[in-house]
């Protein structure tokens, strides 16, 4: 019930997001525009369309390569690798709050563009993006709350520490096939399975939370890349999408497993992250003729939205993903493997943020 709850909620906000979007016109703060070889609206429009094939591509192979090889026994959620992999996926995801979405924000809402009074006289990116992580705390707070109390109450129970026998066949996985059998049984079973279904609550909520995060990010990254005339801007930024969400993907990708979703819950997922920028870039292309990247209104609402979706990344990337595994009981049992996933978390930041130079 919290995961279709919360499905229609991401729904809504993504069609909320289309609709503001639309409503940027060019008005206001004229930028001045040279004449120079860059600008080209037909050439543009020709890299656009590869843009939205290419990144579209990349975002599925991205973000269904851990759900594809889950059959593979080396990459199995239990294995080392895959927590050095998701790792790795974790600080592209943290790199992309910090190097990208937060400075793009900063940038937008200290634009001269905007009047003095008041995005000059205060830190609205920082304020959003404090908000936002709170938010996100919340959030993750009170769904992994009412998805345990409807456990509960769906079998009949509400004491927090009885034994609960899933009714949903997405649980099915957690028991591992056993049933119980006689009062004896489930007291000596009781706090594992608990543990387990909370276990498998709390990566359902990252995962859908995460997705959100990511969702915001990618509309407002395609707007802009889907209005952009500048062909030298256009190719590296397409070369850096597709790196950043094709390992972005990674990420959400070993959230969603974990999440041990139905199949078609998950293609909602995948369909989403993969689906965001390149709808994105087809909005840009749309409001081209009426879009200015030096318009109060575009600066605002996409450096708001920006702000927005960095407090909720970085919340997520340091909290859900990379807090949870380095301070679990895989990662604390082994030094040698904690030294792996920090290089990989090293590694993935670094490379996401090399990507900021030219995205």
């Not at 930041?349 to 900021?356: E, P, Q, V």
Request: aromatic share 8%.
């Amino acid at each position: 019930m919290a995961s279709k709850n919360f499905q229609t909620i991401l729904f809504t906000f993504f069609l909320l997001i289309s609709i503001f979007t639309t409503q940027v016109v060019s008005e206001g703060c004229e930028a001045e525009e040279s004449e120079n070889h860059c600008v080209n609206k037909k050439y543009a429009l020709t890299l656009k369309l590869i843009a939205i094939a290419a990144i579209l591509v990349t975002s599925m192979i991205g973000v269904c390569l851990p759900l594809i090889t889950r059959s593979i026994p080396s990459l199995h959620p239990d294995k080392d690798i895959f927590v050095i992999v998701k790792a790795f996926a974790s600080g592209i995801i943290l790199s992309t709050g910090f190097m990208h979405v937060l400075p793009d924000s900063f940038d937008m809402l200290s634009s001269s563009c905007l009047p003095e009074d008041p995005w000059h006289k205060f830190p609205f990116t920082g304020f959003v993006a404090m908000l936002s992580a709170i938010l996100t705390l919340m959030v993750d707070s009170i769904f992994t709350s009412y998805g345990s109390w409807k456990r509960r109450s769906d079998s009949g129970s509400d004491q927090p520490n009885s034994v609960v026998v899933p009714n949903d066949t997405e649980m099915g996985a957690t028991n591992n096939g056993n049933a119980f059998h006689g009062h004896a049984h489930s007291h000596s079973h009781g706090p594992k399975v608990e543990d387990a279904e909370q276990q498998l609550l709390r990566y359902r909520v990252i995962a859908m939370v995460l997705e959100l995060g990511i969702v915001v990010h990618s509309v407002v990254i395609g707007l802009s890349l889907g209005a952009s005339m500048n062909t030298c801007t256009i190719k590296p930024l397409v070369a850096a999408l597709c790196f950043h969400q094709m390992f972005e993907g990674m990420g959400l990708g070993g959230s969603i497993l974990q999440a041990k979703f139905k199949f078609m819950k998950n293609a909602i997922m995948v369909f989403f992250f993969s689906a965001t920028t390149p709808f994105g870039i087809v909005i840009g292309v749309i409001l081209s003729s009426v879009y200015s990247e030096n318009d109060p209104k575009s600066l605002i609402i996409e450096g708001l939205l920006n702000a927005s979706s960095a407090g909720l990344l970085i919340y997520m990337a340091l909290v859900d993903l990379l807090a949870q595994d380095f301070m679990g009981t895989k990662m604390q049992g082994s030094i040698k493997l904690q030294i792996k996933g920090y290089v990989a978390v090293l590694l993935g930041a670094g490379g996401m943020a090399l990507m900021a130079k030219w995205a």
